[in-house]
């Protein structure tokens, strides 16, 4: 193993940080460019998965789920209402609270979406050796572990 510097090191866990930005923006703008003849934008498509996943899920917690503002977690909702990828109603024990829930409009989508990513994934690891990802994976955690204290 090469010894560095103080510097060395810094500069290279810089470096590695951008380069994780750098690979989800990207992920990103492709998944954005592949939906687009859909009519459906990544946001949308997480509220979506959200919904299917969690039913019952709070405007807040979808908003987190899809990494946006709960304001723009309302305008996602509005939106997919309008477009027919979801119905809401009422909870059945508190009247107060408004659920959501996919059409089979919504749950196509989702399986567009879903063969979308995986195209994606495919051509993002390709020529990494399992071992690899298996080690990447291990390291990232041990990331998310440090910054997060979870």
Known sequence: MVKRTSNELQESRR???????????????LMDEKLRPYAVTTAQI??????????????????????????SAQTLIERAEEAGWIVR???SV?????????????????????????????????????????GLIEMLEKCLLNISGE
């Open 15 to 29: 470096r590695a940080t951008k380069l994780m930005k750098r690979i989800l923006a990207q992920f990103r703008t």
């Open 89 to 91: 109603g009422k909870d």
């Open 94 to 134: 508190n009247d107060r609270i408004v659920t959501a829930s996919l059409t089979p409009a919504g749950e196509e989508l989702l399986k567009i979406a879903d063969r979308l990513l995986r195209s994606i994934e495919a051509k993002l690891w390709q020529e990494i050796p399992p071992p690899a990802i298996d």
């Open 46 to 71: 997480m509220l979506l998965s959200a919904i299917r996943n969690a039913p019952g899920s709070s405007g807040a917690q979808l908003a987190r789920h899809c990494e946006v503002a709960p304001q």
